[in-house]
């Protein structure tokens, strides 16, 4: 499980520098998205891309409202997909 | 100014066929959600919406469907007739007097959805020769105007989620200004259509689950699709031929944000439901139930409170709102029309509708709305806000009829 958590991780750290445009260099947990300039249209982006790769439907709701950082983001898009994951098992 | 009356009422909805069997549904809290397929799409992540039923559909388009009409000008077409009915309105009562306002966010989805799928997909170049009056977003408008001989202005606003509601107040200034005698305003939607339901999947403020407005745990909203058409007439002329009077429209609001598209201004929702309440002559005492406009989005949700608070201040927490979204979705189009008559029913009734599949209240916004059962209870007035895409709000106020 951690290991595909790392991998995840790894692999989510990716997509959001490929989809928000940033240097993946550029991108550490604390960051907040902000500061790296992702913005809200990026964040469809991310969500759109997080669907196509994983299967994990994640709307815009409550949940996104409370993400601040790179961290926050990762762990809301793992939730989500280890949750449909479990779901399609 | 001419005061404005409410005459006649029809309704097509995912509730059913008829402006009474929305209000039934509403009052009862019963919902017409619906599991809804696609074939054209691979992986379709939301699997609901508020669709009409099958036989509902039979119904409304024929057993042939016209030539010439897309769903979206026959639901106008049957809840016009509806409506006209009710009003009683015959022959002479149409021509230049008369005029049409019916909204529509999309116009024909269906035509559109079929011609790109089949030039997309075969390339084919023997798509729907009458595409063009099809899909263009006026043809519920005119249709209405040709079934029934009004000669008098016709309008199509598109203003996505205030379609209906601004169609209505354009109806209610023409006939308040003397420009007509009755209008037949509201709004259509039909699209409910896989390449836009895709796109709406893509806005990523749809719920994968339920619909539940003002809820802590909401996660979005529900599309719908449908009609809802008034008869507004002048007082006077409504005396004159002997109508029955169902209630009064008295205030009509609408302003924009010219900010930003997608996120809301709550600043400017206030001032809209404050100038529906101005031209009400109203204070926000006077009003006994807002029908939200209550999308279940975070976004609206957090904008419309704090509207609303900055609106009836403390007195928000005695006021009863709620979103009756839930139970006949979000029909774009044709919403503000639909929340209107489902505002109206509420006042006929003496009953506030509920929001359905609320659980608990949410901290951040802090609204405790009418919950998942009817309320009873004496109402002189009731307001409708519709909150759109592109900054446009809308909001209509209606009383009870009292003759002076």
């Given amino acids: ?89 | 100014m001419s005061r404005v009356v409410v005459t006649g009422l029809g309704a097509v909805s995912a509730c059913g066929l008829g402006a009474d069997v929305l209000i039934d549904a509403t009052q009862a809290g019963r919902s017409g959600v619906k599991p809804i397929h696609f074939d054209d799409l691979d992986a379709q992540r939301v699997k609901t919406a508020a669709c009409l039923s099958e036989a509902d559909l039979g119904e409304v388009l024929g057993e042939k469907p016209h030539r010439m009409r897309e769903p979206v000008a026959e639901y106008a077409l049957a809840a016009a007739r509806e409506a006209v009915a009710q009003a009683g309105l015959t022959e002479e009562y149409f021509g230049d007097r008369c005029g049409v306002s019916i909204g529509s966010g999309f116009g024909g989805g269906q035509t559109l959805n079929i011609n790109y799928l089949k030039l997309g997909r075969e390339g084919s170049m023997r798509l729907d020769p009458m595409s063009v009056p099809k899909i263009m977003n006026n043809a519920a408008a005119s249709w209405v105007s040709m079934e029934f001989g009004a000669t008098g202005p016709a309008l199509c606003l598109a203003t996505a989620c205030s379609s209906g509601s601004q169609s209505i107040g354009m109806g209610y200034q023409m006939i308040a200004s003397g420009q007509v005698d009755r209008c037949l305003a509201g709004g259509s939607e039909a699209c409910l259509e896989s390449g836009v339901f895709r796109v709406w999947e893509l806005l990523r403020v749809m719920t994968a689950e339920q619909n539940r407005p003002f809820s802590k745990d909401r996660n979005g909203m529900i599309l719908g699709e449908g009609a809802g058409v008034l008869v507004l007439e002048s007082l006077e002329s409504a005396k004159a031929r002997g109508a029955t009077i169902l209630c009064e429209l008295v205030g009509f609001g609408t302003n924009s944000d010219a900010g930003d598209l997608l996120r809301p201004d709550p600043k400017r929702a206030a001032a809209c439901m404050r100038m529906a309440l101005k031209s009400a002559g109203m204070t926000p005492a006077d009003i006994g139930y807002v029908n939200a406009h209550g999308t279940g989005t975070v976004a609206n949700d957090v904008n419309e409170v704090t509207a609303l608070r900055d609106v009836f201040g403390p007195a928000l927490d005695g006021l009863d709102v709620s979103a009756t979204k839930p139970i006949h979705g979000h029909a774009l189009g044709a919403a503000g029309a639909l929340e209107m008559i489902v505002a109206i029913g509420a006042l006929r009734r003496q009953s506030v509708p509920p929001t359905i599949n609320f659980t608990e209240v949410d901290p951040k916004i802090d609204l405790n709305p009418v919950a998942n059962v009817a309320k009873p209870k004496p109402l002189e007035a009731v307001m409708s806000n519709s909150l759109a895409f592109g900054g446009i709000n809308a909001t209509l106020i209606a009383k009870a009829y009292a003759p002076s």
């Fill in chain 1, 1 to 89: 499980m951690s290991t595909n958590r790392e991998t995840l991780t790894k692999e989510l750290i990716e997509l959001v520098a490929q989809e928000g445009m940033v240097e993946p260099s550029e991108i550490t947990p604390e960051r907040p998205l902000e500061e790296l300039d992702i913005q809200s249209a990026d964040f469809v982006m991310i969500l759109m891309a997080i669907e196509e790769k994983y299967g994990a439907y994640v709307s815009v709701d409550n949940e996104l409202t409370d993400v601040v950082t790179v961290q926050d983001l990762l762990n809301l898009a793992i939730s989500k997909i280890e949750a449909h994951q479990a779901a399609e098992a």
